[in-house]
Nanobody, 120 residues
Framework: QVQLVESGGGLVQAGGSLRLSCAAASGRTFYGMGWFRQAPGKEREFVARIAWIHNTIYYADSVKGRFTISRDNSNMYLQMNSLKPEDTAVYYC????????????????WGQGTQVTVSS
């Protein structure tokens, strides 16, 4: 069954902003959540994550200073500012099903992805 659903992707010009959202299925509890992305012909890469313990946040170097990950009681978000063409990718939401996995950044639940396209 679907555990995570991403939304908020779209087409934006370079320098613009988008806000992605990730919603967990009703009754599903995660202990860490993160964002990954995959561009055509490339491997899936880490973007950002939150470990529930201490609300520790990690970012890939490529997005530091431009992207902000956050969460509330039900959803996780990725605010993307100063977007660049190289940010173009399918963005995936991921969740960790245990405390240890959430703390270490191991994800075992995934959404279907939302397309982000940044034009020059």
């Amino acid at each position: 069954q679907v555990q995570l659903v991403e939304s908020g992707g779209g087409l934006v010009q370079a320098g613009g902003s988008l806000r992605l959202s990730c919603a967990a299925a009703s009754g599903r509890t995660f202990y860490g959540m993160g964002w990954f992305r995959q561009a055509p012909g490339k491997e899936r890469e880490f973007v950002a994550r939150i470990a529930w313990i201490h609300n520790t946040i990690y970012y890939a170097d490529s997005v530091k200073g431009r992207f902000t990950i956050s969460r509330d009681n039900s959803n996780m978000y990725l605010q993307m500012n100063s977007l660049k063409p190289e940010d173009t990718a399918v963005y995936y939401c991921a969740g960790s099903s245990s405390v240890s996995r959430g703390s270490s950044g191991v994800f075992d639940y995934w959404g279907q992805g939302t397309q982000v396209t940044v034009s020059s």
